[in-house]
């Protein structure tokens, strides 16, 4: 059984930090590529950050210098790294896990559940 948990949401104000945790189980980790995607209220869900199985990144124009994404694959865990918060960061967020490349317009086998993360102006 595949599982991906998030962690490390919450509440913060803006011009501050937070590192979302993904943890994955049941899958060969090494070898997907893992996404971060956000979705706010009324808006579409969208890709911010993607690291693959060979530890290329890519980035969202939104999250571009602020944002960084991470793997440790003996742990089985990605993080994204999230600098200079602002209130339109606000949404929830989900890990995602595939085989191809997310920013190549796949959609992911594997999703997380998502978790909250709200920023305060």
């Known amino acids: 059984q595949v599982q991906l948990v998030e962690s490390g949401g919450g509440l913060v104000e803006a011009g501050g930090s937070l590192t979302l945790s993904c943890a994955a189980s049941g899958i060969r980790f090494s070898i997907h590529s893992i996404g971060w995607y956000r979705q706010a209220p009324g808006k579409q869900r969208e890709l911010v950050a993607e690291i693959t199985s060979g530890g290329i990144t890519n980035y969202a124009d939104s999250a571009k210098g602020r944002f960084t994404i991470s793997r440790d694959n003996a742990k089985n865990t990605v993080y994204l790294q999230m600098n200079s918060l602002k209130p339109e960061d606000t949404a929830v967020y989900y890990c995602?896990?595939?085989?191809?490349?997310?920013?190549?317009?796949?959609?992911?086998?594997?999703w997380g559940q998502g978790i909250q993360v709200t920023v305060s102006s």
């Open positions: 995602a896990a595939d085989l191809g490349r997310l920013f190549y317009g796949r959609t992911p086998d594997y």
